[in-house]
C-alpha cells in the first residue's frame, strides 16, 4: 500500500473538500442574505433595529454606534457586514480567541450575528484629525503594502477589515503586534508585508488611515 495515500489520507481530503464545499456555500448564503436586506428598507430598518438593541453589551468597549470608547478597541462602525459576521462568528467558535469577546459572542443566535453585522455596518467610523506631517507618507506605504488587500480607499472587503477611521492607537498597536510577532492572530500575509515597518512608518500609517473617510 502505497502510505503517501493511505485510506486515512483519502478520508482527510475528502472531509477538507466537504468542509471547504460547507463554507463555501455558507459565506454565498451569507452574501446573499446581506444584499437582499441592503436591497430592502424594511428588511434593512428590521435588521437595524434589532441590531442596535442587542448591542448593549457591546457599547461598553465598542460605543453604543460601533465607535469605540476605548484606545485599544477597534471602531466596527462601517466595517463590512460580511467580515462583522465572520469575526463575531469566529469569537463564538473560538477561533479567535478573547475572554469578553469570547464570552459575549456565544450567547448570539445565528439572527443576532446578523442583526449585529448590519447595524455596525449601516454606522459612519469618526475620524481623527487630519495629520499633515505624516498623513502623505502614510498614504504611500498603504498603497505599497495594504491596498492590495484592504482595497484602495481602504473600506475593506468581505474577508478584511476596513481600516479607513480605525482608530490611530488600535491601528498602531496592530500593526506591531504583527510586526513583532506578538498577536495572537496570525496571517503570513500581514506579517510579511509589515515585518520591516519602522515605527515611524507604522505611525504613519495610522495616521493617514485614522483620518481617512
Same mark, same amino acid.
Given at each position: 500500500?502505497?502510505?503517501?495515500?493511505?485510506?486515512?489520507?483519502?478520508?482527510?481530503?475528502?472531509?477538507?473538500?466537504?468542509? $471547504? $464545499?460547507?463554507?463555501?456555500?455558507?459565506?454565498? %448564503?451569507?452574501?446573499?442574505?446581506?444584499?437582499?436586506?441592503?436591497?430592502?428598507?424594511?428588511?434593512? +430598518?428590521?435588521?437595524?433595529?434589532?441590531?442596535?438593541?442587542?448591542?448593549?453589551?457591546?457599547?461598553?468597549?465598542?460605543?453604543? @454606534? =460601533?465607535?469605540? !470608547? &476605548?484606545?485599544?478597541?477597534? *471602531?466596527?462602525?462601517? +466595517?463590512?457586514?460580511?467580515?462583522?459576521?465572520?469575526?463575531? @462568528?469566529?469569537?463564538?467558535?473560538?477561533?479567535? !480567541?478573547?475572554?469578553?469577546?469570547?464570552?459575549?459572542? &456565544? %450567547?448570539?443566535? @445565528?439572527?443576532?450575528?446578523?442583526? /449585529?453585522?448590519?447595524?455596525?455596518?449601516? *454606522? $459612519?467610523?469618526?475620524?481623527?484629525?487630519?495629520?499633515? +506631517?505624516?498623513?502623505?507618507?502614510?498614504?504611500?506605504?498603504?498603497?505599497?503594502?495594504?491596498?492590495?488587500?484592504? =482595497?484602495? %480607499?481602504?473600506?475593506?472587503?468581505? @474577508?478584511?477589515?476596513?481600516?479607513? =477611521? +480605525?482608530?490611530?492607537?488600535? /491601528?498602531?498597536?496592530?500593526?506591531?503586534?504583527?510586526?513583532? =510577532?506578538?498577536?495572537?492572530?496570525? $496571517?503570513?500575509?500581514?506579517?510579511?508585508?509589515?515585518?520591516?515597518?519602522?515605527? %515611524?512608518?507604522?505611525?504613519?500609517?495610522?495616521?493617514?488611515?485614522?483620518?481617512?473617510?
Amino acid at each position: 500500500m502505497n502510505k503517501a495515500w493511505s485510506p486515512g489520507r483519502r478520508l482527510t481530503a475528502a472531509l477538507f473538500v466537504f468542509l $471547504s $464545499s460547507a463554507g463555501t456555500a455558507l459565506a454565498s %448564503d451569507l452574501a446573499a442574505r446581506f444584499a437582499r436586506i441592503e436591497a430592502n428598507p424594511r428588511l434593512h +430598518q428590521e435588521a437595524y433595529a434589532a441590531g442596535k438593541a442587542r448591542a448593549t453589551l457591546c457599547s461598553v468597549c465598542h460605543g453604543e @454606534d =460601533g465607535n469605540s !470608547r &476605548k484606545p485599544e478597541v477597534p *471602531n466596527l462602525a462601517g +466595517q463590512n457586514p460580511f467580515y462583522l459576521w465572520k469575526q463575531i @462568528d469566529n469569537f463564538a467558535t473560538g477561533r479567535r !480567541r478573547n475572554f469578553v469577546m469570547q464570552a459575549l459572542a &456565544k %450567547d448570539f443566535t @445565528d439572527e443576532d450575528k446578523i442583526n /449585529l453585522a448590519v447595524y455596525f455596518a449601516a *454606522n $459612519s467610523p469618526r475620524t481623527a484629525p487630519a495629520d499633515p +506631517q505624516r498623513a502623505p507618507r502614510g498614504a504611500r506605504l498603504f498603497r505599497q503594502h495594504c491596498a492590495a488587500c484592504h =482595497g484602495p %480607499d481602504a473600506r475593506g472587503t468581505r @474577508d478584511y477589515a476596513r481600516l479607513a =477611521g +480605525q482608530r490611530r492607537e488600535y /491601528l498602531i498597536a496592530t500593526l506591531t503586534a504583527f510586526r513583532d =510577532g506578538t498577536t495572537r492572530r496570525r $496571517s503570513n500575509i500581514m506579517t510579511a508585508e509589515v515585518k520591516a515597518l519602522s515605527d %515611524d512608518d507604522i505611525a504613519d500609517l495610522a495616521a493617514y488611515l485614522s483620518a481617512l473617510r
